[in-house]
């Protein structure tokens, strides 16, 4: 639909929003229309020109106060005085983190407007993508699996962690490759989760489950790994086993992934997501029809197969396969305790806990369940911070754009300074190390099945 908000005379496109639940449509980035330059620019001076005449979403991100500057600063006051070359400042800023289009923007579909912020900026990064590639430090950067590969060999991850600490090695990184110097970096580890849980490994009778609302769980779950878990934080797996074993859930790790696709869909490199989805979806929906359910560690891999890559991929029956399989770990064991299938015999009280709940958790609609569980635990008092920690993958590490990540981070520190609580915790390994370099009072954050760990004294 080409008409703008000022040409829609209807009195049904006068409501000021939708009541109904949103939708997602598919995202058709195969069809060359989808790439015409012009055809993009319509649509999003269409959606610019709506967003303008809202501004309900400009505390989310830098995205919306860098498209009302440039309304503010153009000659009309309007988004027809934003020069089109300019369209593409708006695209830079946005991170898909997905909060417009679920928690603010009240035009989505089914709306006749049928905004969708995140996928239009998709599209306009798919498009810029195909026209200029990108810079090898981007390319470098969503390369998550293959240089983790590099770096987690023995003796050269000592050799990157020790690089990566040092301020002299930093600043010169940041000159030459634009990695921020104060941006906390990934530390490496050739003692992979893959090797930590292999030891571990105990083989228990699955009990299957129905809950109250019909959803199904085979008490037999696939943990895969991702690239940051298997890498960067090893030790996230013994939690996992040790907490899904004391429940009675059997539980393997995948035994080969690659990247699940995040970090390149958001540079715009569409054909490198479906490479990595033709890797991956073969051998998790082989897990699928082997009785197992999946479940990841970092809430953007499971918001990839939970949303995107069905979105990207409608016809592949594989990817819905692996679709329905796939649960946020903690919405798992919500779904047993709430049939009476988790332990609550809690040893040791976790105090108070600031928790903040990332992005691509939020925006999968399923409540806060981390928070509902650490509930559980006697003695122990859970505060949600639901705001973005301006993280993202590399928003945060660029030098263009680590100051506007700090800036949209610090509400949340504000709030995690103040509470004084006895841990910080997040879903998200990456944005919890970004809110703990910022915070004053944050000596270790913890992910949320550590802190479930430590209550079960295990």
């Given at each position: 639909m080409e008409t703008n908000i000022r040409e829609t005379n209807t009195s049904e496109s006068r409501r000021e929003g939708s009541l109904e639940a949103p939708t997602r449509h598919t995202l058709d980035w195969k069809d060359e229309k989808f790439y015409d330059r012009d055809d993009l620019n319509n649509e999003l001076e269409r959606v610019y020109d709506i967003c303008h005449g809202c501004r309900r979403c400009v505390s989310l991100c830098q995205s919306f106060p860098t498209l009302f500057d440039l309304v503010d600063e153009s000659e009309t006051m309007e988004v027809d005085g934003i020069a089109k070359e300019d369209y593409q400042k708006v695209v830079d800023q946005c991170y898909l983190c997905d909060m417009c289009y679920m928690s603010k923007c009240p035009y989505v579909p089914p709306h006749e407007w049928n905004v969708d912020f995140p996928h239009l900026m998709l599209r306009a990064k798919a498009v810029r993508y195909k026209e200029q590639g990108a810079l090898l430090r981007d390319r470098v950067l969503t390369s998550?699996?293959?240089?983790?590969k590099v770096a987690s060999i023995p003796v050269v991850d000592v050799t990157v962690n020790a690089l990566n600490q040092n301020a002299s090695f930093r600043k010169v990184l940041e000159n030459v490759a634009g990695v921020h110097h104060k941006a906390p970096v990934p530390t490496y580890h050739s003692r992979t989760m893959r090797k930590r849980v292999s030891k571990i490994q105990k083989d228990i009778t699955p009990k299957p489950i129905t809950d109250s609302k019909g959803r199904d769980t085979t008490g037999k779950v696939a943990l895969y790994a991702t690239?940051?878990?298997n890498y960067n934080s090893p030790d996230l797996g013994e939690d996992f086993f040790k907490v899904f074993q004391h429940n009675n859930i059997q539980i393997d790790i995948v035994a080969k992934e690659a990247c699940c696709g995040m970090p390149k869909m958001e540079l715009g490199d569409l054909k490198s997501v479906e490479q990595l989805k033709n890797e991956n979806i073969p051998v998790l929906a082989s897990l699928v029809d082997k009785g197992y359910d999946?479940?990841?560690?970092?809430?953007?891999?499971?918001l990839m197969y939970k949303q995107e890559l069905p979105l990207l991929f409608p016809e592949d029956a594989d990817v819905k396969k692996v679709q329905a399989a796939f649960f946020d770990p903690f919405e798992y064991l919500f779904i047993r305790y709430k049939a009476g299938a988790i332990d609550t015999e809690f040893k040791r009280p976790l105090g108070n806990i600031s928790y903040h709940v990332a992005c691509h958790l939020r925006v999968q609609n399923i409540g806060l369940k981390t928070r509902d569980i650490l509930n559980l635990v006697p003695d122990t008092t859970v505060q949600a911070l639901e705001r973005c920690s301006?993280?993202?993958g590399t928003y945060a590490v660029k030098k263009e754009s680590y100051?506007?990540?700090?800036?949209?981070?610090r509400p949340v520190v504000k709030k995690i300074d103040g509470a004084g609580a006895d841990y910080f915790a997040s879903d998200c390994p990456m944005a919890a190390s970004h809110l703990a370099t910022l915070s004053t009072q944050i000596d270790k954050p913890e992910h949320p099945m550590t802190l479930l760990r430590k209550a079960y004294d295990l």
């Amino acid at each position: 639909m080409e008409t703008n908000i000022r040409e829609t005379n209807t009195s049904e496109s006068r409501r000021e929003g939708s009541l109904e639940a949103p939708t997602r449509h598919t995202l058709d980035w195969k069809d060359e229309k989808f790439y015409d330059r012009d055809d993009l620019n319509n649509e999003l001076e269409r959606v610019y020109d709506i967003c303008h005449g809202c501004r309900r979403c400009v505390s989310l991100c830098q995205s919306f106060p860098t498209l009302f500057d440039l309304v503010d600063e153009s000659e009309t006051m309007e988004v027809d005085g934003i020069a089109k070359e300019d369209y593409q400042k708006v695209v830079d800023q946005c991170y898909l983190c997905d909060m417009c289009y679920m928690s603010k923007c009240p035009y989505v579909p089914p709306h006749e407007w049928n905004v969708d912020f995140p996928h239009l900026m998709l599209r306009a990064k798919a498009v810029r993508y195909k026209e200029q590639g990108a810079l090898l430090r981007d390319r470098v950067l969503t390369s998550t699996t293959a240089v983790a590969k590099v770096a987690s060999i023995p003796v050269v991850d000592v050799t990157v962690n020790a690089l990566n600490q040092n301020a002299s090695f930093r600043k010169v990184l940041e000159n030459v490759a634009g990695v921020h110097h104060k941006a906390p970096v990934p530390t490496y580890h050739s003692r992979t989760m893959r090797k930590r849980v292999s030891k571990i490994q105990k083989d228990i009778t699955p009990k299957p489950i129905t809950d109250s609302k019909g959803r199904d769980t085979t008490g037999k779950v696939a943990l895969y790994a991702t690239c940051y878990g298997n890498y960067n934080s090893p030790d996230l797996g013994e939690d996992f086993f040790k907490v899904f074993q004391h429940n009675n859930i059997q539980i393997d790790i995948v035994a080969k992934e690659a990247c699940c696709g995040m970090p390149k869909m958001e540079l715009g490199d569409l054909k490198s997501v479906e490479q990595l989805k033709n890797e991956n979806i073969p051998v998790l929906a082989s897990l699928v029809d082997k009785g197992y359910d999946i479940i990841a560690p970092i809430p953007s891999c499971v918001l990839m197969y939970k949303q995107e890559l069905p979105l990207l991929f409608p016809e592949d029956a594989d990817v819905k396969k692996v679709q329905a399989a796939f649960f946020d770990p903690f919405e798992y064991l919500f779904i047993r305790y709430k049939a009476g299938a988790i332990d609550t015999e809690f040893k040791r009280p976790l105090g108070n806990i600031s928790y903040h709940v990332a992005c691509h958790l939020r925006v999968q609609n399923i409540g806060l369940k981390t928070r509902d569980i650490l509930n559980l635990v006697p003695d122990t008092t859970v505060q949600a911070l639901e705001r973005c920690s301006g993280h993202d993958g590399t928003y945060a590490v660029k030098k263009e754009s680590y100051d506007n990540a700090v800036k949209i981070a610090r509400p949340v520190v504000k709030k995690i300074d103040g509470a004084g609580a006895d841990y910080f915790a997040s879903d998200c390994p990456m944005a919890a190390s970004h809110l703990a370099t910022l915070s004053t009072q944050i000596d270790k954050p913890e992910h949320p099945m550590t802190l479930l760990r430590k209550a079960y004294d295990l």
